[in-house]
């Protein structure tokens, strides 16, 4: 809530034409002419603030009537309206009412006792004749040319004529107001009498002043008597027994002297006269009102009632703002003892106070106390009849906008200039900031402390800092209202203090000056300049912001040669170009340029500019030029106005020396003038962030898929550190996005294929320049730097996609080595030789072409002869664990098996001596079955001798055999009779020199298989023997197995499971194999569905197989299948049924 | 099952899981596996909320219902399928909204839309594996359409899964009255977990949520403060970050502690303290700073966060419209 909800008005200060009368006079309520709030004792009171410097002058009062001792003469001294007037008023109705004083503010408790005390002693006193004598007034202190004139009596013509008149006894005077001549102290101490008589005179330098100036000699004259008889007064009082005198006088006792109020400076004698005149005679001095009193005394005048619950509630909630750690350097240490002083001055800030004490204390035409209430009247009745939501006064609700306001403080001619300051910096520049209410306000407050000034650059230790202007500018309500942080505040001083024409800084004070300011002339130079002129302005910082960040480009800006990471950007920087208006760029390379065009483009003009060579003919890569250009001429107006202001700020620095002569002033405006142009925050940073911020439309290369023809398209780009990087940006976050920073190897192959090449599946070898040219050159392909496509391309090798040609080599493939056929273990993982980096001659090969190349060079067997036998080289597929050497491996399997194959390179040393080789190395047989194997008896090195041969099992057709030159190989059969219980058999053969030591063994298994029909495939009726099952699945599909287990778990057993998988993992290809012989069914189905569970939705092939035999007997009975569980299982059974005998 | 599936025949999947793992391997083995798209998807309550099996269990009392379809044929970049989801979700989430559609029902509503335009390809070329789908393009183009439908322009920076669940819950999730901070119950804070790739055990150690009994407060700066300062210093308060000397975990520490700046900060000051973090945080400021984007465009008018992330990029970031009262603002 708002202080107005926390305080009661007076009345009267609802009335305007009161503020006039805010200062009653003496004579006036002596006379009855004065406002009741002023004549009445009772209303009087309860708007005075009795001070403690006022009790005291009453307590003497009292004191010296009472003839207790104190003062009989008091002088009340102090300038300007400083409560001299209202402290004689206080007396006066003190005397006429005692007990109304108990309707007076007091500042404490202790003033309030004494005014208690005050009101019993002034009632003891009794009648008390009390005279005034007010120099405004000719009733009370008349001259010759306005004498008093008593009905039907007598004529009064001087002030000690109404001295005695007042005091019924003029007759006693009658010669001396004739003869205009100053009674003697006897005379007048007579008049005084003895009983208790009060004089209070009033605004008597005013009364001698005007005397004194006259031109006539009697009344100079006369002028010289008053001081005479003020002297005699004194010193009649002192001589008194019950009189007291009070005077007042527009003065100020200072170390250095006597201090005169302003309008009287030219009479300073004359004051000084009658200072001393009274001040001959030993006096109290009492200033009545110290500045300390003015927030009292406004409370009292202003308000009838405050509420003090309101006025510590916001000041402590202030103390709380003003402290909070995020505001403690804004609002500074101090800030918050000047919130606790809110509880004595509120609902006033205490930068109201100072603001009205600064303005009443420096200001030649106001007066203090006087005035501090007239100004405060208009300021709260405005506050009032806007119903202001504002918690406390501030200083800028002295408000400057407010024609009563600025007429009652600008009119005097030492600020008449001011006006027009006001009326165009404060209230017209103010709406350009974003929040112009704050911005204003903070002007406001800043005007109201300084413009008393004048501007003088000497005083800018006086002037205020930036916390007090944002305590003295922040208003809780106004704050709340306008949704404003404190920071705010700062930002918005910042703002005022650089685009402000007549607000000044210095050492960090801030304050208006009347002085024309360097703003101003730019302003003025920069409508001077020509369009051409800011254009070229506007190109020059194009350049630059290419590719600097802005904040390098801004002179003096505060990151200046502080490296900030460019952004990395596919557009070759130094091939990039500004241009004022559109025309054909000669550009026709593999590099992507961005052209930066000042003025907004046609459509038609922007295919003209990516395609088109300056000779009209089509461009070759016409991928490769991009377009940044403003949408619109708004855009344009706002840089051309800023680069005239540029221009113009050049033009006026040079001219300072000439425009400002005093050294002091010029280095001041130069600052002024530099904070306005310079750096980020002035008229060059705004410049270069319209440019940036200006360029707001990026055009790109593209294809038109309905038409089939080259076309472009436009998007929206945001502000960047630079312009490449606006346009980069831009690039890279359309959608879809014409920029790819990064790109895979399918990616790369998909976005040729749309533009129809295919580079892995084809039959064409591709230069990389190729490629790489078809990216330059397609429109329809995205923007990719040259790095990028060709790690794509490795990317590509890596994963088999692809191989490079490199003068005749074959990048494509890995061959793994190998010692020996038994010692060889290529990793399960296929890997592949890609090169580290390509080079724009390689061929980039489909993967088909790759691999036969690869294969091609690999497929002869090469020996060489070495000390003791011979060196065989060879090339194989491992497959299966098998090696099968290339030329089989190219005549009897397809290429795609052969891709993810491991390919090793065999290298054996082999004894001299003999190979045995067996045709086939396992068979699968029925029991008894002779089955007949044939040997390869084959010749190593230079061997020569007769063999033995000798077979664990079965006969061979020949034992003895010789190997010579002639005969280097023989060929022998082996039979062999399986056995009749199924299994699976292992027997050898081994070739034996003369010695008997052996010099090859080869091994054979046979698989017998037990007895029965033909394999059946699916599920068997129920109730056949069955003598062995098998299950064989591929895919992820583990029911068979489940299906199999409930049927057949209890009564079989597994003689052998496997399974095989193969995943992909974040590229990498990990193979499992798996076998389990004699495990329990059971064992098999947790396992395996555990292991390819562990791969999920890596997998990419799965395969298992069971063998089940009866666990006991020769078979098992096949159970009954549901329908869900037969079709479970159809596809994947297979049953041997068992044969009796 | 899509064997068995006619060619035009539906499938129903019902979603109940908590984990973002297994929604990508339903999406993997429905999409990738078994060649279906999906056609629609929504959010149904399955569950009651009282139910005892639930006590103690981040279980889902909402399901997300997919269905789904055979059908699918050819091949996309992603960044293409992204602009097509785009383009014909925003209009979607419009429809939606028109039609009442809010929270978790609006958000699974557009995922399905996204997904629908994305599992309509056989292949889409440019996500190595499914999970990096879904985060990359997947879930930010369900968000964007999301924001975009709300009135957010501007594109969506790359945005990680903690910055998407933030500006998620801050666009889907109304703050109830006299509620300090918006509170998800189990099952939209699982659900937008699930659809923003994060584990809730994740969005809790780093500072996104708090947890209180089965609710969950989303850390936001506060409601009803009398000062924005307060209400974004209680924030940093809460996730333990010292604005004095910042250190960001994610995306929206960093936006957090920005607008604490930019609230409390004169212009010039706060420019250089963002210097700072911009060189500390490179990555994670670009996308503090694309969220802020957002989120000054999606935020409703009483939104305290929405003020702080204008104060953000008015100096940070101003657009071509801002660049004015950039101006305006003494830059």
């Known amino acids: ?1141 | 099952m899509a064997e068995k599936l006619v060619n035009n025949g539906v499938l129903v999947t019902y979603y109940a899981h908590t984990s973002p793992d297994a929604w990508e391997a339903l999406l993997d083995a429905g999409w990738r596996s078994a060649g279906l798209r999906i056609t629609a998807a929504h959010a149904v309550v399955t569950e009651s909320k009282h139910r005892v099996t639930a006590r103690g269990k981040a279980g889902l009392d909402i399901s997300i219902i997919a269905v789904w379809r055979k059908g699918v044929s050819g091949q996309v970049l992603a960044g293409e399928a992204y602009s097509r989801a785009l383009e014909g979700c925003t209009e979607y989430a419009k429809t939606l909204l028109k039609i009442g559609f809010d929270g978790v029902n609006l958000f699974v509503g557009v995922l399905g839309c996204v997904l629908s335009v994305f599992t309509r390809y056989e292949k889409v070329v440019g996500a190595k594996s499914t999970g990096e789908l879904v985060e990359e393009y997947m879930y930010p183009a369900t968000a964007e359409a999301i924001a975009r439908a709300l009135g957010g322009g501007e594109p969506a920076a790359r945005l990680s899964s903690t910055s998407l669940f933030y500006l998620l819950s801050k666009v889907l999730i109304a703050r109830r009255r006299r509620q300090v901070r918006r509170t998800l119950d189990r099952s939209t804070m699982t659900i937008l977990s699930i659809g923003t790739r994060n584990e809730v055990k994740n969005l809790k150690e780093l500072g996104l949520v708090q947890q209180e009994g089965d609710k969950f407060r989303l850390l936001e700066p506060a409601w009803g403060q009398r000062e924005l300062a307060r209400a974004v210093r209680s924030v940093l308060e809460e996730k333990g970050i010292n604005p004095g000397n910042p250190t960001a975990r994610t995306a929206v520490d960093l936006l957090h502690v920005l607008e604490y700046y930019a609230i409390t900060l004169p212009r010039s000051e706060f420019s250089k303290k963002a210097e700072e973090l911009r060189a500390r945080y490179p990555a994670l400021y670009e996308e503090a700073l694309g969220l802020a984007r957002i989120l000054a465009g999606v935020l409703p008018p009483g939104d305290p966060e929405r003020e702080l992330v204008t104060s953000i990029i008015n100096v940070l970031a101003p657009s071509q419209t801002g660049l004015d009262k950039w101006f305006r603002g003494g830059k």
């Open chain 1, 1 to 1141: 809530m708002g202080f107005l909800s926390h305080v009661k008005l007076w009345n009267d200060v609802l009335e305007p034409r009161l503020d006039e009368k805010a200062a009653p006079s003496l004579g006036g309520v002596h006379l009855g002419k004065e406002e009741p709030i002023y004549t009445d004792p009772l209303e009087f009171f309860r708007r005075t603030l009795v001070t403690r410097h006022m009790a005291e002058a009453l307590e003497n009062v009292a004191d010296a009537l009472l003839g207790r001792g104190g003062n009989k003469l008091v002088m009340l001294l102090s300038l300007y309206g400083g409560g001299k007037t209202h402290t004689m008023l206080t007396i006066y109705h003190a005397f006429r009412n005692p007990v109304a004083l108990l309707e007076a503010k007091t500042e404490d408790n202790e003033t309030r006792e004494r005014l208690r005390r005050l009101v019993d002693e002034l009632s003891r006193v009794g009648s008390v004749r009390v005279v005034v004598l007010d120099g405004y007034f000719s009733e009370l202190t008349p001259t010759p040319v306005n004498p008093l004139v008593v009905p039907g009596g007598y004529r009064v013509q001087t002030i000690w004529g109404s001295l005695a008149h007042q005091l019924g006894r003029f007759g006693e005077v009658r010669e001396n107001d004739e003869k205009l001549l100053a009674p003697p102290a006897d005379v007048i101490a007579r008049l005084l009498g003895d009983e208790p008589v009060l004089i209070l005179v009033d605004e008597l330098a005013d009364y001698v002043v005007r005397l004194k100036s006259s031109v006539d000699n009697v009344l100079r004259n006369y002028a010289d008597q008053i001081l005479s008889f003020m002297e005699s007064l004194a010193k009649a009082v002192d001589l008194s027994r019950h009189t007291v005198l009070i005077v007042s006088m527009p003065v100020e006792e200072r170390r250095e002297g006597l201090e005169v109020e302003e309008r009287y400076k030219s009479q300073l004698g004359v004051v000084t006269s009658l200072y001393r005149s009274v001040s001959r005679v030993a006096s109290r001095r009492i200033v009545p009102v110290a500045s300390s009193d003015i927030p009292s005394i406004l409370r009292v005048r202003i308000f009838e009632s405050v509420d003090d619950k309101a006025a510590k509630a916001l000041s402590s909630s202030l103390a709380k703002l003003y402290g909070a750690e995020e505001n403690k350097e804004l609002f500074g240490e101090d800030a918050v003892r000047k919130a606790q002083q809110v509880e004595k001055t509120y609902p006033f800030h205490p930068s109201y106070i100072e603001t009205l004490v600064d303005i009443l204390d420096k200001h030649e035409g106001l007066e203090k106390t006087r005035d501090a209430i007239k100004i405060t009247r208009k300021v709260v009745r405005r506050l009032a009849e806007v119903g202001s939501p504002a918690e406390l006064i501030m200083p800028f609700h002295i408000d400057v906008e407010d024609q009563e306001i600025r007429g009652t403080l600008l009119s005097h001619e030492l600020y008449r200039q001011y006006a027009t300051i006001v009326e165009e910096d404060v209230v017209e520049r103010t709406k350009s900031y974003e929040k112009p209410e704050l911005v204003k306000t903070i002007a406001k407050t800043i005007f109201v402390k300084t413009f008393v000034y004048t501007g003088s650059i000497r005083h800018h230790q006086l002037y205020p800092d930036k916390r007090w202007v944002i305590i003295s500018s922040y208003e809780p309500s106004m704050a709340r209202a306008l949704n404003l942080q404190p920071k705010d505040y700062l930002d918005a001083l910042e703002w005022a203090s650089s685009n402000l024409v007549y607000l000044l800084s210095e050492g960090g004070r801030y304050w208006f000056t009347q002085f024309t300011s360097p703003i101003r002339r730019v302003e003025m130079t920069a409508r001077t300049v020509e369009d051409h002129e800011a254009l070229k302005k506007v190109e020059e910082y194009a350049w630059k912001l290419l590719a600097k960040p802005y904040e390098d480009v801004v002179s003096g800006s505060r990151r200046r040669g502080q490296r900030r990471e460019v952004t990395e950007s596919p557009f070759s920087t130094s091939s990039s170009i500004v241009l004022e208006e559109p025309k054909p760029i000669d550009h026709d390379s593999r590099e992507y340029i961005l052209v930066a065009v000042l003025s907004p483009i046609r459509e038609s003009e922007i295919e003209k500019i990516i395609y088109e060579t300056p000779s009209g003919g089509s461009r070759r890569y016409a991928n490769t030029v991009y377009l940044i250009f403003p949408r619109d001429n708004n855009s344009v107006s706002q840089m051309l106005g800023f680069a005239k202001h540029l221009i113009a700020c050049d033009i006026v620095g040079e001219e300072l020396d000439s425009i400002y002569e005093d050294s002091e002033v010029r280095e001041v405006m130069r600052k002024k003038l530099e904070k306005y142009c310079k750096e980020m925050e002035g008229v060059e940073g705004k410049l270069v962030m319209n440019i940036l911020a200006g360029l707001n439309l990026v055009a790109y290369p593209s294809f038109d898929e309905n038409s089939h023809r080259n076309t472009f398209k436009l998007t929206d780009a945001s502000m960047a550190d630079t312009i490449v990087e606006t346009a980069t940006r831009a690039l890279k976050n359309t959608r879809p996005p014409k920029l790819y920073e990064e790109l895979d190897f399918e990616q790369l192959e998909y976005m040729l294929s749309q533009a129809g090449i295919n580079i892995s599946e084809g039959d064409s070898a591709r230069l990389v320049s190729d490629i790489v040219d078809y990216f330059y050159s397609n429109p329809r392909l995205p923007m990719v730097r040259e790095e990028t496509i060709k790690n794509a391309l490795i990317e590509g090798v890596k994963t088999l996609r692809i191989g490079v040609k490199r003068s005749g080599k074959i990048f494509f493939k890995k061959v793994y080595e190998c010692k020996s056929r038994h010692d060889c273990n290529p990793p399960s993982m296929e890997e592949v030789e890609a090169p580290r980096e390509l080079e724009s001659s390689d061929l980039i090969l489909p993967w088909r072409m790759a691999l036969q190349e690869q294969l091609e060079g690999l497929r002869d067997v090469r020996e060489e002869r070495v000390a003791g036998g011979i060196r065989r080289i060879w090339y194989a597929f491992h497959i299966n664990g098998n090696l099968v050497p290339v030329a089989k491996a190219l005549d009897t399997m397809d290429l795609d098996s052969l891709r993810n194959s491991p390919l090793v390179r065999v290298t054996e040393f082999i004894e001299e001596g003999v190979d045995v080789k067996l045709d086939k190395h396992e068979i699968t047989a029925s029991p008894g079955e002779e089955v007949t194997i044939t040997i390869l008896v084959d010749r190593i090195g230079g061997f020569k001798g007769e063999l033995s041969l000798s077979a664990t099992s079965g006969e061979l057709s020949s034992s003895k055999l010789s190997i010579d030159d002639e005969r280097t190989s023989a060929t022998i059969n082996w039979r062999i009779k399986a056995p009749e219980e199924p299994g699976t058999y292992s027997y050898e053969v081994k070739a034996l020199n003369t010695s008997g030591e052996i010099l090859k063994t080869s091994t054979v298994t046979i698989i017998v298989r037990p007895k029965g029909r033909e394999a059946v495939k699916g599920v068997p009726p129920k109730g056949t023997k069955l003598s062995l099952i098998e299950v064989e699945v591929s895919g992820f599909n583990f029911k068979p197995l489940r299906v199999i287990d409930s049927k057949f778990g209890s009564e079989c057993e597994v003689e052998e499971a496997v399974l095989e998988l193969e995943a992909e993992i974040a590229g990498r290809k990990p193979k499992v194999a798996l076998r389990l012989n004699g495990v329990a069914l059971d064992d098999v189905k947790s396992i395996f569905p555990a292991i390819a569970q562990r791969y999920g939705i890596s997998m990419r092939h799965l395969w298992y197989r069971l063998r089940l035999r009866p666990r006991n007997g020769e078979y098992v009975l096949a159970p009954e299948f549901s329908e869900n569980e037969a079709r479970d299982v159809e596809n994947y059974m297979t049953y041997y049924v068992f044969e009796e005998g």
